[in-house]
């Protein structure tokens, strides 16, 4: 059973950092891509940043460029995803996700509150 769960999320003000993590288990991963997404009140679910679990090759939505960082410890089966420089916009349920890169994102996480305070 594929597990990815979610953990780091708070309150912090605009211009903080926060750093998320995404446990996953339940499958080999060597395949897959790593995804975090969000999701605003009010609003759909959009990408954020990805990883190729081999390799380390990365990609992010224009708006949290040179502010996020995403990045995967292989031994612990974990993706990170670094936030600075936190905005008001930024607020939102954060999700990861993986899948094969071949098929897309097919299992997610339950999510995790982030809150950017101005």
């Known amino acids: 059973q594929v597990q990815l769960v979610e953990s780091g999320g708070g309150l912090v003000q605009a211009g903080g950092s926060l750093r998320l993590s995404c446990a996953a288990s339940?499958?080999?991963?060597?395949?897959?891509?790593m995804g975090w997404f969000r999701q605003a009140p009010g609003k759909e679910r959009t990408f954020v940043a990805r990883i190729i679990w081999s390799g380390g090759s990365t990609y992010y939505t224009d708006s949290v460029k040179g502010r996020f960082t995403i990045s995967r410890d292989i031994a612990k089966n974990t993706v990170y995803l670094q936030m600075n420089s936190l905005k008001p916009e930024d607020t939102a349920v954060y999700y990861c996700?993986?899948?094969?890169?071949?098929?897309?994102?097919?299992?997610w996480g339950q999510g995790t509150q982030v809150t950017v305070s101005s």
């Open positions: 996700a993986a899948g094969e890169r071949s098929v897309g994102y097919r299992y």
């Open positions: 339940g499958r080999t991963f060597s395949r897959d891509v």
